[in-house]
């Protein structure tokens, strides 16, 4: 059997009212899919999100990428992007 892992299309992540944050998922298998969530505390999102960040730094990013990881350049209370949009 053959397994993969993927987002789940349609489903958002987002936050649960105790805080938790919740990145939904779809287990791919021969013959079927099947949905679940990766439920994940602050710290945890936050341990993912900088270990992503750390992954990805030194890549430019492609245009349809979320505007996150795009270049920002900042001055004291103004921020604006550079590069593509």
Do not use: Y
Not at 36 to 58: Q, V
Not at 59 to 71: F, T
């Amino acid at each position: 059997m053959t397994w993969s892992i993927e987002r789940a299309p349609g489903r958002p992540v987002h936050r649960t009212e105790d805080g938790r944050v919740i990145l939904p998922l779809q287990l791919n298998a021969t013959g079927g899919r099947h949905p679940t969530d990766l439920s994940l505390t602050l710290a945890e999102a936050e341990h993912l999100h900088a270990a992503l960040c750390r992954a990805l730094d030194g890549h430019p990013p492609p245009l349809s990428a979320p505007d996150c990881r795009h270049p920002l350049q900042a001055s004291p209370g103004v921020a604006r992007r550079v590069g593509p949009v």
